[in-house]
């Protein structure tokens, strides 16, 4: 197949073999089922990152956010599968990755979106440059929130199972309740100041265009700074000490949520130059 011919239903199928692979493994563990499910993780990516080079998605808009989101919890996927092979991992970041592959489907290809990523350096420079960093800096948020929200639905599973005690061995394998909240708290705390950072360059570039303030209004402004109130209040909350880990974890999915509706909200303010 030529590298052009690569497209988003290569890489979401081998990463639904590979969960499905996970599955199987909960079912019934085999060491070949585990290989398997690798393989085709390790296919996925490769698929993903040929098409990412090739299509060249503008990061600033939302299938190339979408994307290489995706693309880099691919490879905290693979990086869990293969360091914490005692762990359960795929099965809880598997989905959101399949998840988010599909999530790319309601955003058919525009050829003014493709292109820009690899743009020479020279010329990024001005809003250009703005625009990237703000995109970029919001990605890395993203994946902040997206890692607590596998550590949250690790946590109430966990929780879950040590209430109804059930016995060693059965179901997933995962770390102690005070491990996966200790990976949710790192991760929110990634994720705060990547994203008020990313909002201060955004708001940065609208001030310096005074005749659209009125995009204040804009759905996608709005969800965001509700995201960075909510991981604001899960912030303050740990840090007084009034936040048990069961409720950390479900303001966590509610984070989730949001993020997830401000990646699927379409810019007003973007200009074809790249900055929001």
């Known amino acids: 197949m030529p590298l052009d011919g690569i497209s988003r239903f290569c890489f979401g199928a081998s990463y639904a073999v590979a969960l499905l692979m996970e599955l199987l493994q909960l079912l019934r563990p085999r060491t070949a089922q585990r290989l398997v499910g690798i393989g085709f993780g390790c296919a996925g990516l490769f698929a993903h990152s040929i098409y990412l080079i090739v299509q ?20 905290f996927y693979l990086y869990g599968a293969l360091h914490h092979r005692e762990l ?3 099965l809880f970041v598997l989905p959101l990755v399949v998840g ?20 020479p350096l020279d010329e990024l420079r001005g809003q250009r440059f703005w625009g990237l960093l703000h995109a970029a800096l919001l990605l890395l948020a993203a994946v902040g929130c997206c890692i607590g929200f596998v550590a949250s639905v690790m946590y109430l599973v966990q929780a879950h199972r040590l209430r109804a005690k059930t016995l060693p061995g059965e179901g997933p394998r995962l770390w102690s309740l005070e491990r996966i909240e200790q990976m949710n708290r790192r991760a929110v705390n990634l994720a705060f100041p990547l ?10 570039l609208m001030l310096q265009r005074a005749e659209q303030l009125q995009g204040w209004t804009d759905p996608r402004i709005l969800v965001t700074a509700a995201l960075w109130a909510v991981l604001a209040l899960l912030l303050y909350l740990r840090y007084a000490g009034q936040l048990a880990g069961r409720r950390l974890a479900q303001l966590t999915i509610v984070a989730f949520v949001l993020l997830v509706f401000t990646l699927v909200f379409a810019h007003s303010l973007t200009e074809p130059g790249g900055a929001p």
């Open 56 to 75: 060249r998605p503008s990061l600033t808009s939302q299938i190339g956010s979408l994307l290489f989101l995706t693309w880099i919890l691919a490879v």
């Open 195 to 204: 994203l008020t950072a990313g909002a201060l360059v955004g708001v940065a």
């Open 88 to 90: 359960t991992w795929g």
């Open 100 to 119: 988010l592959v599909v999530l790319t489907e309601l955003f058919p290809p525009d050829a003014s979106e493709w292109g820009s990523w690899l743009a």
